[in-house]
Structures are given as C-alpha cells and as structure tokens.
C-alpha cells in the first residue's frame, strides 16, 4: 500500500504540487518522499541469486586472454566472500563448488575453509558431499583447522547411510593426521568388518592410510583381515590385496604371518585366469587386470627369500605367463609384473629363461615405452641370467638404431653389460658403429664403456690399441681424462707392437689434430719411440719413409697450432725434447727450445727453462735422463706421486698435478678413513700410489727428472707451495737428502698384534729440520703371507703429515722380508707428536682391519 502510495504521489512531481487527502503538498515533500522511497528499496529488497557453477565455468571460458579471465575470477571472489560475510546459508555449497573450481584452475581459495567445515556439519547429503570434497582439496594435516572437523567425521562414520559414511571415509583416508587416525582407527575397524561391499573397500582403503601415518595401529586390523581373501566382490578383493601390501611391505612379522595366504592368492590369481567372459571386469579380453596385477605384487613380497612360498607360486607364475594375450597393452601389463616377480622370488631356472624370453618378445614390440621397460628389466638381470640374456643379443644391438634417445642409452648400457671374451670382436663392431654416428650426448660413455671392455676382453695386444685408436680418432675430445695416460700405459708394456703403433699414430696425426687426446698420444709416443718410426722397423703392416725433420715440423706444428691445448703442447714440447738424444737435429731442438724459454704460457716456459739447462749444465746425463720409460706396473690409480693434506685442502706436492687426475677412494675407504680421525682435531692423509704413469706433459717431466739424487735412492719432490714452482734440477745437487741422525733417534715398535709388527725409524730432513722422516717396517711372524697390505695415517692440524708410496703391498711370511713405507711430518710448532693409523690387509683369505694409537714417540722425533 505505501509503494502504491508513494507512486501515486510521483506520478505528480512533475507539476509542482499533487492533491493528497484533499491537501496541497510542496514540491520539497515529495523529494523527501521520492529518496525515503529510494532507501526503502535498497534495504528491503532482496539480493539477486548467484550464479550457477556451469555459467560460471561458461563465463570464464569465453575470456580471450589471462587479465580477463583473472578479472572475473576475482570479481565472482568478491560475490563469495559477501556471501559468506553475510551467512548465507541458502547458497554456501554453490559458493564453495565455485571456490573449488577456482582452486582447480590454480587462484587462491584458502578463505572457503571454514566453510567447509560447516558444509559437513550439514545435515543434507548434497552439503556434505561437496564440504567433504573442499576439506580434502582445501586442508592438510600441515593445518590446524582440519583437526575440527574430526568430531564430524566421527559422527558421520557411524551414520545410518552408507553414502555419508562412505565420504566420511574417504576423507579421512586422503588427509587424516596421525592424531585423527589414532581417534577413528577404531572406527574403520569396525567398518573393515561390516557386511556392506561398498564400506568394506573404502574401510581397507582408510586402513593403508592409518598404517601409513600410524604404523603401530598395523595390529589392530590384523582380526579383520582374516576374511578378506574370502570376498567375492572385486573392489573388496582389490583393496585387501592392497592393504596386505601394505603391511608386508612395513612389518616383517606380518610378512611371515601372510605368507600361509599364497595359496589363497593362487586359487583367486588362477580363477581369474580361468574364468570365462564377464562383461563386469573385462577389460580389452582380460578379467580384471587390475586385480591381477596387485595380487602379483603382493606374490612378489611374500615369496621373495622363501623357498616354499616362491615353489607354491611357480605353477601359477607359469600359467600367467603362457595363457595372457600379448596383443594388448593390457595383457603386456600382466606379463610385465609376471617377469618382476619370478625374477624376485626363488623361481625355477625353466621359469627364469621363460621370464626373460618375454622381455626379448616385449624389444619387438612397435610401443616405444615397452621396449624402454624391457631393456631397463633385461640390464637388471643381466648380471644374474647372462646366458638367457645372451639370446637376445641382436635384437639388443638393433636397439641401438632406434631414433628415441632413452631407448638408445638403455640399449648402449645392456649391450656393454653383455661384453665378454667371446663376443668381444663383434660387439665392440657394433659398438664402435654407434659411436661412428651417435648423438654427442652419448659419445663419452661410450667411449668409456669401449676403453673398460677393451682393457677386460681385449683378445690381443694389437687390437686393445686398434680399438683404442679407433675411439680417440672418431671420439677423442669425449673420453675420459685417464685415457690418455692408459693407452700410455698399454703402449709402453707392448713392447714388441711400439713400431707398429708409433707408425699408426704418426698416420693419425697427419690426417687430424683436432681430436687433442690423440695428440698427446701420438707425440708422447712420437718422443719415446721417434727413432723406430725413422728407421722403418715395422713388422705388422708396410713401413713408412719419414726423416726426422718432418717428424719434427709435425711437432714443431703442434706447438703453433690454434687448436693445441696448453696441455697437448706441453707433451709436444716434452717429445721434442725427448728427440734430442733419438734424432741427431740436436742444434734445431735446441733452437725450438731455447725459442719457448720466453713464452708467455708459464707452463711451457718453466718446460722449456728446464730443458734450457739440461742442454747447458747437464748435458752429460741427458741421455740417461731422457732414456725409454721402462715396463709400467699396472695400478688401480693413476694419480700423481705424492699428495699433501693441510688443513683438510690437498695441495699437490709439485706444480703440474693441475694437469693430472686426482687420486680417489672408494666411498667405503673414505668413510673408513674418516672412522678412523674420530674427530675434528686430526688431519687424513690420503694414501698415494707408484708414479706408474705420466698423465700430462707434466707427468713426463717428473717421470725424467723425479728419480734423480747423488746416492741413487728415491728422492721424491719436495713439497712447497704451488704459487712458487720448484726448480726441477734443484734435486741434482750433491747435498744428502737426509741428515744422518738415525743412530741419535731411537727406533720405536708402533703394533705387534697376530704376528704383524709395525716398527719405526726416524731421520731428519736435511733443508728443513722441523720435518721427522719416519720410516715404518712391517714383518709377519705367521706362517702365511699377509696380502692386500694398506697403511693409513692421521696426525693433528697442527701437524702436516705426506704418506708415500710403500715398497710393496705383501708383507712375507716368517719375517723373510719387511715392507717399508716413508712418512714426513711437518712439526713447526715442535709439539708432541700424535698418530691414529690404520692397517688393513689380507690373511688365509680373510680380511683384517685394525685401529692403533700411537703417543709414545720419542721426544728427539718431535723436538
């Protein structure tokens, strides 16, 4: 009536003045009636309805770029958080369906959480049903906002429909905390014993979840697991196996105690197989594949290290793998967790061939991701069934043509696993093909792979270095940086093939020196062997005619060259020098290195200021010095000499370890070490091998001049920083290494334990009187040879402690010889010295490692 009123009244604005019950009104009345009919209006008129999910998903799917589909999204934010300011319950599950759907597309929807929690308070399913979906989307067990909903959950597992329990469980199944799961594992156990199909399965689900987050609740559903095999709905059936998983895998205790069910699971593995069509689980032929796959898994565990159960399942395993169709991905599936669990379990040689013969069928298939998954099983068991593997040999090395990268690298891998002596020729064909036309990614480790095979297998001499050179020459500026100083090696023990090689990489360097490798090489080997290559003495294939100059304009030409390294001319340097007492051009050598003693490379400088005075002050002993490197003995290291450990920071004991590889312990060795230092007070020495061979240029240079002194021993370099290289004929002088004060120290015995007795020995470093040169002496008083002999130290940080090589690594039986081994110790601050060593070796075949302490030096050692 009063709208009606106020329009009668409007309607005579316009006039000035209207009849209202029978009185003149003014003008200003009616526009104070027109704005309280305005607010009227506004307060009392009810707020329009948000928009629908699907108009809204419409809506935003129309926005052409990203600034207008965030504009949208935050205006509909807006529309909700009023919404939820004003509590309005009418439209709040609309609202948080949106929220979610936002959330989905990545915007922030944290401010819905609590709305959540009220939609399950709710008493209608629809409410639920979406608060429950926003609590697992929304909330974590990282928040504390979930822990209120618990009392709902609780509430709704005990509701009389099964939907709302059913929800209740699947929440609590993909978000519970381990406090919620310890409030409501009770719950879910009863709910495991239930009747009804449908909770059963979303009980055993929930159960995986509490065992995960509470491992010691396992028990309590131990009871109700009793009957699960027993169930003939599938869903059930799926998730026991799943929840039996899941206990096996978590307790050993409940792995024996479920190993008495692999019957079971072989009767319901073996009905699934037999059964005929059924429309319900069928999937492309196959009755329920999922099912099978998990009850295959599950076999896994429970017969993986048990003979019996691993023989209950051999038939069925069988079965499995000859009656699955094999034209579906499904059926590969199958065949795929068949072929994993004979390979785990104790399973017949019959059963293990006829796994493998399915992984070589799986290499034929046109699915690039079952071939990768066969080659990956196939390398896997190759250590352990190389003769079944060794079949599929061919269809192995066709993989390596294959233009998928990832099936490439398995194959490369498998095919070096399958290497041995009598393949050897015909697989490194294959291999060096591929290295010939494969993509850079894969050329270092194949080089490697061909380098490690080679040294193992390698047939003969003559073709270790073919296929050597082979690599280098196709692959040479990929290959590892301890190539170099190996194929030296190999090169300098064959010594009847030194004319045949030198005469092939002098043909090599000719016709490229880009491959810089190759170059160090083949001028090292050019320095050793340059007069056989002059004098044409090659038996294995034609000589060629070569002068000693061109020999040396080759060399010369390394030197210039703009694709030598500092390193390959620093070994070209060296084999020309190396020449002048092969070749009689002494006076051009001369020259060529008079000419670098200027050089701006400093290495190349120093080389060549050395050779300088060897020419000059030395001449006399240059041919002894430049003589052939004699046979190598073979070394599990090719480290440099000495290293120096100060303060935890090697330090390399003269100036060209830059250019040689470090030496490195096995993890295990290390960790050893490290148990033996106990604390953070002491410094390890890393133990050092034979300087068996040089690595660089530099390595030569120290393998000429490193073993010269006046009283013919051993005289190491000696140790100063690397910012001041030493002199390297300093060494020459007739001054005595050490002083000979052994007869005023006293010798001391470090260990006797099980017939080994360590004795040291002590001098006085001549130059510098705070370094104690301690010489330890091993004996074995057994009747057996000690083997495998290592001794390892460790001194305090004040302390700088350099552990040479020993005289040998086998101490004699019956004191009929010693092992001998240097240490220095750098003691500037002259306090008492401390030593942990540790000794490790062999006897009658068993390992022997031990720890010592060692405080009672005596005070002339360390004063």
């Known amino acids: 009536m009063c709208s009606c009123y106020y329009s009668s009244v409007w309607l005579h604005v316009n006039t000035g003045e209207c009849n209202l019950a029978s009185k003149h009104v003014p003008l200003q009345y009616l526009i104070t009636l027109h704005w309280f009919e305005t607010l009227f209006l506004c307060v009392f008129q009810r707020m329009p309805a948000p928009i629908r999910l699907r108009e809204l998903i419409r809506t935003i799917r129309t926005a052409r770029t990203q600034a207008e589909e965030r504009e949208m999204i935050q205006k509909e934010c807006a529309a909700i958080r009023s919404s939820f300011r004003e509590e309005d319950n009418t439209y709040r599950c609309r609202n948080v369906a949106k929220l979610l759907y936002m959330h989905m597309l990545g915007y922030p929807a944290h401010f819905g959480q609590l709305e959540c929690l009220k939609l399950i308070a709710s008493q209608k399913f629809t409410d639920k049903r979406i608060g429950y979906l926003g609590a697992m989307l929304l909330l974590d067990e990282r928040q504390d906002v979930h822990l209120l909903m618990t009392n709902c959950i609780k509430n709704d597992l005990n509701h009389s429909t099964q939907y709302v329990q059913g929800l209740a469980l699947c929440t609590l199944g993909c978000m519970g905390s381990s406090e919620m799961c310890r409030d409501l594992a009770g719950e879910v156990e009863k709910l495991l014993k239930t009747s009804n199909s449908y909770l059963r399965k979303k009980a055993a689900l929930c159960a995986v979840h509490v065992i995960r987050k509470v491992p010691e609740l ?98 069925i395993l069988a079965q499995v793998a000859t009656n699955t169709e094999t034209s579906k991905n499904v059926g ?84 070096f696993a399958l290497v041995n002596g009598n393949n050897i020729r015909g697989m490194m064909k294959e291999l060096l093909y591929f290295l010939d036309s494969c993509d850079p990614e894969f050329k270092a480790d194949c080089a490697s792979g061909v380098f490690l095979a080679a040294e193992k297998y390698a047939p003969s001499k003559r073709w270790h270095i073919d296929t050597i050179m082979r690599v280098l020459t196709t692959a040479g500026s990929y290959v590892r940086d301890d190539s170099v100083p190996n194929l030296i090696q190999l090169i300098t023990n064959s010594v009847e093939m030194h004319a045949y090689t030198v005469q092939r990489l ?87 290195v008079s000419i ?16 300088n005075a060897l020419f000059k002050k030395y001449d006399h002993m240059r041919p002894a010095l430049l003589e052939r490197m004699p046979i190598m003995e073979k070394t599990a290291s090719n480290g440099p000499t000495e290293i120096m450990q100060t303060n935890g920071e090697t330090e390399p004991s003269v100036p060209d370890t830059k250019h040689l590889p470090l030496v490195t312990q096995p993890a295990n060795q290390a960790n050893d070490l490290l148990d033996l230092l106990g604390g953070n007070d002491v410094v390890p020495v890393i133990q050092t091998t034979l300087p068996t061979k040089p690595a660089s240029a530099g390595g030569e240079l120290l393998d000429l001049l490193g073993d010269l002194s006046l009283s013919g021993g051993l005289a190491p370099a000696p140790s100063v920083p ?113 030593m942990r060593v540790k000794l490790t070796y062999t006897h009658k075949g068993s390992p022997v490692q031990d720890l010592a302490e060692v405080n009672n030096f005596p005070p002339q050692s360390w004063q």
């Open 596 to 611: 670098y003693s200027s050089s701006i490379d400093v290495e190349l400088q120093q080389r060549a200021v050395e050779y």
């Open 218 to 315: 396992m028990e309590m559903f131990l009871p109700a697991t009793k009957n699960l095999l027993s169930e003939k709905n599938h869903g059930v059936l799926h998730t026991s196996v799943v929840l039996l998983t899941e206990m096996c895998e978590r307790s050993p205790d409940m792995l024996l105690h479920f190993r008495k069910l692999v019957p079971q699971l072989v009767r319901i593995l073996k009905n699934l197989i037999m059964s005929g069509y059924s429309p319900e689980h069928d999937v492309s032929g196959i009755s329920d594949p999922f099912l099978q796959v998990r009850i295959l898994r599950l076999l896994r565990i429970l017969g993986r290290s048990d003979d019996d159960s691993s023989e209950a399942m051999n038939d």
């Open 506 to 592: 002098y043909k090599a360097l000719l016709d490229d020196i880009s491959q810089q490798p190759l170059v160090q090489v083949s001028s090292w080997c050019i320095g050793e062997y340059g007069d056989l290559l002059v004098s044409g003495q090659c038996e294995e294939e034609e000589p060629i005619q070569v002068t000693e100059d061109e020999v040396l304009d080759v060399l010369e030409g390394l030197l210039v060259s703009n694709l030598s390294t500092p390193v390959t001319r620093g070994y070209s340097l060296t084999a020309i020098m190396k020449l002048s007492t092969r070749f009689s051009s002494v006076n051009r050598i001369k020259k060529v």
């Open 722 to 834: 690397v910012s001041q290289p030493p002199f390297l004929l300093d060494g020459l002088s007739s001054q005595p290494l050490f002083n000979d004060t052994s007869a005023a120290i006293p010798p001391m015995t470090a260990y006797s334990k099980n017939g080994l007795k360590i004795e040291f020995t002590f001098e006085r470093a001549n130059p510098n009187p705070n370094i104690a040169v301690i010489t330890i002496h091993a004996t074995n008083t057994t009747e057996a040879d000690m083997t495998e002999f290592v001794f390892q130290a460790a001194v305090p940080k004040t302390f700088q402690l350099q552990l040479l090589s020993p005289s040998s690594n086998i101490v004699p039986a019956l004191n009929q010889g010693s092992v001998t081994q240097v240490i220095r110790v750098l003691n500037p601050q002259k306090q008492q010295l401390r």
């Open 332 to 415: 590969n599936a199958i065949l795929y967790e068949t072929v994993l669990t004979i390979m785990d379990i104790k399973s017949e040689s019959g059963l293990r061939v006829l796994a493998i013969n399915i992984l070589g069928r799986f290499l034929l298939n046109n699915d690039k991701n079952i071939r990768y998954v066969a080659l990956t099983s196939l390398l896997k068991t190759v250590q352990t069934d190389h003769n079944a593997v060794q079949r599929h040999r061919s269809t192995i090395v066709d993989c390596l043509k294959d233009l998928d990268v990832s099936i490439k690298r398995r194959a490369m891998e498998l095919s």
